[in-house]
């Protein structure tokens, strides 16, 4: 028994000591972490938590709604106001001033303000809203003189629907001595560019900017006059018979629908299969201020994306739900539903499935590829908003210049180390050069390769080519 007591003393001691060893060890690791962990949060410091965001009564300022509505915002420290904006020049001249921090903007709007389109200012977008998620809309008048010329099978119009079948229409009106007159929402919005892609392929001309002789209407030598009408206002501004039809976002084409003032012809989903429409832009001196911040944005924004797109749009009705409130776009929740949860509908009845009518997260939406940008360069320069010849480079440096899939890739690599996203979604940054892996698919077939602008502007009968100026 006492051997047993002498034994047992010594080896207590030594399991004292050891034990008392690992503490101090793990001690000291757990201090080297916590000052680890200290250090990189001292470097992701929040440069800015109480920001100010813009946004326009529309369906795909969703991420917005969604990121301040379920807390990812705040997961990153942040805490964000949004605030309604009266139209898209209010928005881009407050980002500008300093007013707002960032904003919901037109995917053409940190391009045409950083070439000096308009308002001349630097802006630079890190995330991309959505693809798709606009359509064309006539008024009952127009669609009853359209729809003997649109092909039918079953009783219903075969899409999609060309703009041949609209050319016979504003012939007529012309040889009554009527312009014919369409809206959409900015003269460097995804709407003007796809409302001009969808008529000239359908051999009507939808006019020319000429900038350095001061005329900015975007209506010479138009057979269809072209002007902006804020998003809201314009299923009132065609009953009124202002235009004839218009090219916005949801809702405000199922609206006309649940008028019954008008129909939906053709989405942009139709003219451009996957286009990008929105993004979320800042100054460029922002961005250089504030970078942790800048990132903090950009992860809360693509965790609402993913949430927005998630189990097969299995969130949308609650997403609706949310959009309908006051605060957010404001529209009676069955219409903003009728095209976000998986279908659209045109004709009074003619609903149909259209699952990628809105997508937010799915096929990389979120990322800001350099070949979206330089689609919207090579239409700015095709109608004149860009009045001379550029060369190919020139292109893709605009394209770096605004678009910043750098900071994308850090704020997606924070989440998947954090365990909030995995890598299978998003693309390999390692190897990413920028341009879409899929081929773009437009109306008219015509193929876009973005790695020679000039070739694909020149390839169309109708716009500017080469040389030529107005």
């Known amino acids: 028994m006492q051997r047993h007591t002498h034994i047992t003393q010594p080896a207590a001691s030594s399991v004292w000591q050891q034990s008392r060893q690992w503490c101090l060890g793990s001690t000291l690791a757990l201090g080297l972490s916590l000052l680890g962990a200290a250090q990189v949060q001292a470097q992701n410091a929040l440069e800015k938590e109480d920001l100010n965001f813009g946004f326009i009564k529309l369906t795909d300022m969703a991420p917005l709604a969604i990121a301040y509505e379920r807390g990812y915002f705040e997961d990153e420290g942040l805490f964000v106001t949004l605030e309604a904006q009266a139209n898209w020049k209010v928005l881009l001249d407050r980002v500008i001033d300093g007013e707002l921090d960032g904003a919901h903007m037109l995917a053409g709007q940190p391009l045409g303000a950083t070439i000096g389109y308009g308002t001349e200012a630097h802006i630079v977008t890190a995330f991309s809203m959505d693809l798709n998620g606009n359509a064309i809309t006539v008024s009952n008048d127009v669609w009853s003189k359209m729809k003997p010329h649109v092909p039918h099978e079953d009783g219903k119009p075969v899409h999609p629907i060309t703009a041949d079948t609209l050319k016979p229409v504003v012939e007529s009106y012309r040889n009554e001595g009527n312009p014919f007159r369409m809206g959409m929402v900015f003269p460097v919005s995804t709407h003007n560019y796809e409302l001009r892609y969808w008529l000239a392929a359908g051999g009507l001309h939808p006019g020319f900017y000429a900038p350095l002789r001061g005329d900015t209407s975007g209506q010479r030598d138009a057979d269809v006059l072209l002007s902006v009408t804020p998003p809201p206002q314009m299923p009132s501004t065609m009953e009124a018979g202002t235009i004839h039809g218009y090219c916005v976002g949801e809702p405000w084409n199922q609206q006309a629908v649940f008028m019954g003032i008008g129909v939906p012809v053709v989405t942009n989903y139709q003219i451009w299969r996957n286009n990008p429409e929105k993004v979320f832009g800042v100054s460029a001196s922002w961005a250089e201020e504030n970078p942790n911040t800048h990132k903090a944005v950009v992860k809360a924004l693509i965790r609402a994306a993913h949430w927005l797109d998630a189990d097969n749009n299995a969130n949308r009705e609650a997403a609706a739900d949310i959009l309908s409130w006051s605060n957010y776009v404001g529209a009676d929740v069955d219409v903003i539903a009728n095209s976000m949860t998986g279908t659209f509908e045109y004709e009074k009845g003619d609903q149909r499935e259209v699952p990628d009518f809105n997508v937010f997260f799915r ?70 050069d920028g341009m879409r892996d899929t081929p773009a698919e437009f109306i008219d077939g015509t193929p876009y390769d973005p790695t020679q602008p000039n070739a694909y502007i020149d390839s169309f009968e109708i716009g500017l080519k080469n040389d030529e100026s107005i």
Do not use: C
Not at 386 to 395: L, T
């Open 363 to 432: 096929h990389h939406a979120t990322y800001p590829f350099y070949s979206d940008a330089i689609w919207f360069l090579t239409q700015m320069r095709r109608w004149g908003q860009i009045p001379d010849a550029k060369p190919d480079s020139w292109y893709l440096e605009m394209a770096k210049k605004v678009y910043r899939p750098d900071i994308y890739a850090e704020a997606a690599r924070e989440l998947i180390a954090e365990g909030k996203m995995s890598a299978d979604l998003f693309p390999d940054f390692d190897n990413e």
